[in-house]
């Protein structure tokens, strides 16, 4: 059975595996001063800060069209396949794969399988990648379900981020209204807890933040009993990325760990300069 890969313009993904001819990328938009840039399409990386530095409001992100997802299902199923498994950025950030779960159901042209990441970037990359392998394998959708699940339970992703407002401001902070007052003076560490963005511990300095974020991610590794691969992402931070892997890659020779970027749409919600360590099962 011919099996598609879709996921969103959030992944992380080398130039080779966006050109894989069975990966379709939904963008997600990103609206900066009114005007609306689809990630990946009419915004990239090297100038999105730039922008975003000067903006006149607050951006926002939204929602892709279903309209246009429908069609990109009708255009997929017309170029033969029988269906498509749909790895998409957390729940716990957006609405997106939950509205997608609910019309699955009904879609007519070809059997789609919404996958929920709990993540995003970088290690939903590498969940993108493992997906494409197994599809151009020949096997079936309940086996690469199943590793996407497995895939799923070591997720782990501590923040380190320069403006706290930001996230509170953007509502992706959990309680984060209630947290502010007692933060502003600090370098909080927050993780990933469910799919959503929480409070994990009170960092007086971002190098101490960094620093225990390192020793997290030690831990997290000593303590599995599984295969694991680490991330460092950055948004517009790549001196201090490529010194964080150095310093993993010395406390934990033989590390497996890769350095990515931070996208426009998770940038305008973490904003520029934060760090993110992350793992993910193999």
């Known amino acids: 059975m011919k099996t598609a890969i879709i996921t969103d313009s959030t992944a992380f993904l080398s130039e080779e595996l966006k050109n894989n001819p069975n990966l379709f990328i939904v963008p997600i938009p990103v609206i900066v001063d009114g005007k609306i840039y689809n990630e990946g399409i009419d915004i990239e990386l090297g100038a999105y800060y730039e922008l975003l530095n000067n903006s006149k409001e607050f951006p926002t992100t939204s929602q892709p069209s279903i309209g246009e997802v429908l069609e990109m299902f009708s255009d997929i199923a017309k170029q033969g396949y029988e269906q498509a498994i749909c790895i998409h950025l957390s729940s716990g950030i957006s609405g ?17 399988y919404p996958f929920d990441s709990k993540i995003t970037s970088m290690p939903m990359g590498y969940m993108v990648e493992t997906a494409l392998k197994m599809a151009e394998a020949d096997e079936s959708a309940e086996a690469i379900l199943a590793k996407l699940d497995k895939m799923r339970e070591d997720v782990e992703a501590y923040l380190v981020v320069d403006d706290l407002n930001i996230l509170v401001r953007g509502g992706r902070l959990k309680n984060g209204a209630a947290l502010i007052g007692s933060l502003l003076k600090i370098k909080p560490i927050l993780k990933f807890e469910d799919g959503s963005i929480v409070l994990s511990e009170k960092i007086r300095s971002t190098k101490k933040a960094l620093s225990r974020a390192e020793d997290i991610m030690v831990k997290r590794q000593k303590k599995s009993k599984n295969e694991l691969k680490f991330f460092i992402i950055h948004a517009n931070s790549l001196a201090i990325a490529e010194l964080e892997k150095k310093e993993m890659e010395e406390m934990i020779p033989g590390i497996d760990i890769e350095i990515g970027q931070i996208g426009p749409v998770i940038g305008t919600h973490i904003g520029e300069n934060a760090i993110v360590f992350a793992c993910c099962g193999k």
């Open 96 to 112: 997106f794969i939950n509205n997608l779960t609910a019309m699955a159901p009904g879609i007519e042209e070809l059997k789609v």
